[in-house]
């Protein structure tokens, strides 16, 4: 997008030594990138799509899709038991598990940490 109008708006400027009315073209080009700097929306993108361009964020959201179809995350941990969500309940809520002085943690609670932090690290 930035390729595309920046390139126009120069072509408009310099080609404006040709003829005034080539200033209609940069003042285009420079409403295009005003819109998309503000709405995230390029008035052009239709046109774009139509000869199959597609932006990096649609191409991201295929590829995790085609992922998702491959099974890649079928063998993430998930968390079923009711001990097992509340000990990852208290990992996110406090930024980590809280050990106070009376209460020592559990074995699950441990297990359930180590598998999220495992996920977490790939």
Excluded at 75 to 101: K, N, Q, S, V, Y
Aim: with cysteine.
């Amino acid at each position: 997008m930035g390729v595309v109008m920046s390139s126009a708006v120069l072509l408009g400027v310099v080609l404006t030594v040709v003829s005034p009315w080539w200033q209609v073209l940069t003042a285009a080009a420079a409403a295009c990138m005003l819109s998309h700097a503000l709405f995230g929306w390029w008035p052009l993108l239709p046109v774009f799509r139509s000869f199959g361009l597609r932006t990096p964020s649609e191409i991201n959201h295929e590829r995790y899709a085609l992922k998702v179809l491959r099974g890649d995350f079928q063998t993430l941990p998930t968390f079923t038991t009711p001990d097992e969500r509340a000990a990852l309940a208290r990992l996110e809520g406090e930024g980590g598990i809280c050990f106070e002085e009376d209460v020592l943690p559990d074995a699950a609670d441990q297990h359930v940490v180590q598998q999220a932090l495992e996920v977490a690290k790939k």
